[in-house]
């Protein structure tokens, strides 16, 4: 299973100069939850912004980054390639893809699941969640708690399928 798992404000945004623009501990609760002994692949960027703001890279977790740079990333399993490394891991083991945008532009094709932490307040940012079809997805969970509304999308069978 190939899942993201994103916020968003009720307008897309997802980010804002490198980090998160809300601070929401059920958020980050249900997050952890989600991924804690899983796999997560993130973008450089967001890397180095869970770096800034850890100070290590997330805990009890294989933290895998696809980047262009070639470089080591402490604690991180270093990709260059998305469907290269797709092709390579077994679809029965969770992958937590967690962002940035680019990331989730180049997975979407891939991806099965979608936890989505939607915020029905706006934000300042400058990174916004790709487009989404959600008509090739369906709402299989959702639930709310004040201003956030925890979603869980499972993508629809191709007619081949």
Do not use: C
Not at 131 to 137: E, G, N
């Amino acid at each position: 299973m190939i899942a993201f798992v994103v916020a968003m404000d009720k307008n897309g945004v997802i980010g804002k100069d490198g980090a998160l623009p809300w601070h929401y501990p059920k958020d980050l609760k249900h997050f952890k939850e989600l991924t804690l002994n899983h796999r997560v692949l993130m973008g450089r960027k967001t890397y180095d912004s869970i770096i800034q703001q850890l100070g290590k890279p997330l805990p009890k977790r294989e933290n895998i980054v696809l980047t262009t740079q070639d470089k080591i990333f402490k604690g991180a399993k270093v990709i260059h390639d998305l469907k290269s490394y797709l092709e390579t891991i077994p679809k029965e083991v969770p992958l937590y893809i967690i962002g940035g945008k680019t990331v989730y532009e180049a997975a979407l094709p891939y991806v099965d699941r979608l936890y989505i932490t939607h915020i029905e307040k706006a934000y300042e940012g400058d990174t916004y969640f790709p487009k989404l079809d959600y008509s090739q997805f369906n709402l299989i969970d959702k639930k709310t708690d004040e201003a956030l509304i925890f979603a869980v999308y499972k993508r629809k069978a191709a007619a081949h399928d």
